[in-house]
């Protein structure tokens, strides 16, 4: 079990666009693993690549529970379809404590991966299909609160800065 330190806003890295995985290697494979122990140990219930300083478009999500987990490894994937609104509260691994509601779409079909680098298909819909519509964007160099409107952005901005004084003044 290896953990590995998760980047924090406003880490530049968070921001760089993520490059497509040309084979499912060793190091892909011991990546994908790490990622999976990172993010249970967080908890959280998703984790893109560039959170941990790799930019490679590999995302993890799990939206399951303790007694039922939904651990999906995906390499390379895409919204290939959407449709419908929704808005719900969101967070990060990279933005701690802060929350906000962000718009996606309420249904999303996606492409990727697995780890024997077979292409699936498969449609989603609430929790599952925000979590890949925010680790999607992670790929793209694009965090949650760059999604809020530019009079919420500028709010998370003043709230945030409080909120990392308050974490140096613990440290
Ligand atoms: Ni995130």
């Not at 990546?31 to 959280?44: F, I, S």
């Not at 941990?52 to 039922?68: F, P, Y």
């Not at 996606?110 to 979590?131: F, K, P, T």
């Not at 901005?157 to 003044?169: H, N």
Request: hydrophobic letters at 40%; glycine letters at 6%; charged letters at 30%.
């Amino acid at each position: 079990m290896a953990l590995r330190r998760i980047l924090h806003y406003p880490d530049p890295l968070l921001n760089q666009k993520s490059a497509p995985v040309e084979y499912i290697d060793e190091q892909i494979i011991s990546l994908v693993a790490d990622m999976v122990d990172t993010m249970y140990a967080a908890p959280g219930v998703g984790l893109a690549a560039p959170q941990v300083g790799v930019l490679k478009r590999v995302i993890i999500i799990d939206c399951g529970n303790r007694e039922d987990p939904d651990l999906i490894r995906a390499v390379n994937p895409q919204i290939v379809d959407s449709e419908g609104e929704c808005s719900e509260e969101e967070g990060c691994l990279s933005v701690p404590d802060y929350y906000a509601s962000v718009k996606r779409k309420s249904w999303v079909k996606v492409s990727y991966q697995d780890m024997q680098g077979h292409w699936i298909e498969r449609e989603c819909e609430g929790l599952l299909a925000i979590a890949f519509q925010h680790e999607i964007d992670h790929l793209d160099g694009k965090l949650f609160v760059d999604r809020l409107s530019s009079l919420k952005k500028s709010m998370f901005r003043k709230k945030y800065q409080r909120i990392m004084e308050q974490q140096k003044e613990q440290l």
